[in-house]
């Protein structure tokens, strides 16, 4: 090969700056993707608890007492 051969496989600046955004532009995706998986499991996490609680079959009862709503 000549070196006007190897000179010509070479990537142009056009090339290496296009590449360089692709590069960024994954690296900025990838944040986003993580963050977003992050940010869904703290909101799962957040409904089990929720769900996990148990609820208090008196506790309307007594709040609607405490208001003076007369029960059924």
Known sequence: MTSAALHL????LVERRLLNVATHLTAFVERRIAARAERREIANDLLREQQARR?????????????GVPRR
């Open 55 to 67: 609820q208090d079959p008196r506790a309307v009862e007594h709040l609607l007492a405490q208001m």
């Open 9 to 12: 496989a070479a990537p142009t």
